[in-house]
């Protein structure tokens, strides 16, 4: 008889109680099976603050205190294989193919044959019978061409998931309208990310775009334009306050400064004295001054390389603020240098 059968037959037809204490040769089938308090939790009736024990063999979950079992038929979610040190590394032995992406036609399902090892697999030049050729559209090969570009330039410049999705998306209902005849697929992938990075709240600008495509800024801005019309959408303007926070880090400035130069910004917009600037060229310049007043001093080449706009775009912008520099500070600001002692450009 098994030690399974064996074991099966100390259960008993009302309770199944096992006497844990007899089955200690079979000790190393048994492991113990943390408890989740985010999940519905299986407990013992009469011991429920107990640590059941899973026999992954018999799949069954039992009390250690009393030997009830509680819950059978476990279904094991691990690895259908195990790994040994001798296996090939380019063995692979999952039975399943990737998973499916909604966003192609045939859901990108296809069939992997293996190589043949007999002569049955080879004709009589010595070529294998049996190849992979993926029936796959042009369609569907353009649009994965294009995800694997958009998820490299996200990854290059640190964009989560969700705007990897939402890019995606666009770009298929952008390719399936096929109103942008004419245009590269990179370029609309470019164009499509920088939508995708303002509607989730993230502003990227188009230089650091560029940067991580091989797209102009010219071609980009085209396409950005052409898909709003064409998908009839819209995205939010963009402030000082979507950059401020991500110069300052990359800056290395302090929670103090970055506040001051929020402030600085916002009250410079609010009482009209940069008509005509972008949001960028102004958040440059307001960390200009706000750092020069700290401590934290930074030069307009610093922030010009992280900003991504020239010295004298920064000069120009702080020239205008400049003059009421006093109203433009928070009062709880503490002073390293005195605002009628800051660089006059």
């Known amino acids: 008889m098994c030690p399974v059968q064996e074991w099966k037959q100390d259960c008993s037809t009302h309770g199944r109680t096992l006497n844990p204490l007899r089955h200690t040769s079979r000790a190393r089938h048994i492991h113990l099976l ?20 899973e026999d992954y063999r018999a799949g069954d979950m039992i009390c250690p205190e009393c030997g009830l079992v509680v819950g059978d038929r476990v279904i094991d979610v691990g690895s259908e294989w195990r790994t040994f040190s001798n296996d090939k590394a380019t063995k692979d032995p999952s039975r399943v193919g990737d998973s499916q992406n909604p966003l192609l036609s045939d859901g990108d399902l296809s069939t992997m044959i293996g190589k043949g090892t007999g002569a049955a697999s080879f004709d009589e030049f010595g070529n294998s019978k049996y190849q992979n050729r993926r029936t796959m559209s042009n369609s569907d090969r353009a649009m994965m061409n294009a995800f694997k570009e958009i998820t490299t330039m996200a990854d290059r410049i640190n964009l989560p998931r969700n705007i990897v999705d939402r890019t995606n998306n666009l770009f298929k209902q952008v390719y399936e ?62 402030t000082t306050g979507d950059f401020m926070s991500r110069f300052c880090s990359n800056l290395c400035l302090p929670k103090q400064v970055q506040m001051a130069a929020t402030h600085i910004a916002r009250k410079a917009v609010e009482l009209d004295l940069v008509p005509g600037r972008s949001p960028i060229s102004v958040a440059a310049a307001a960390i200009y001054m706000a750092s020069q007043a700290s401590a934290e001093k930074r030069t307009q080449k610093e922030i010009g390389d992280i900003a991504g706009v020239a010295d ?34």
Do not use: M, W
Request: include cysteine.
């Open 34 to 53: 943390p408890s989740l308090d985010a999940l519905p939790r299986v407990t013992c009736p009469n011991h429920p603050d107990a640590i059941l024990v």
């Open 177 to 238: 309208q096929k109103s942008l005849k004419g245009r590269a697929n990179d370029a609309i992938a470019s164009a499509c990310l920088y939508i995708a990075c303002r509607q989730e709240g993230v502003p990227r600008t188009f230089k650091e775009i560029c940067a991580v495509s091989r797209i102009s800024k010219k071609e980009i801005g085209r396409c950005f334009k052409l898909i709003l019309k064409a998908l009839e959408t819209s995205v939010d303007l963009i």
């Open 312 to 345: 004298v775009t920064i000069r120009q912008s702080y020239r205008l603020i400049y003059p009421r520099a006093p109203d433009l500070f928070p009062t709880d600001f503490k002073f390293d240098t005195p605002v009628d002692k800051l660089p006059q450009l």
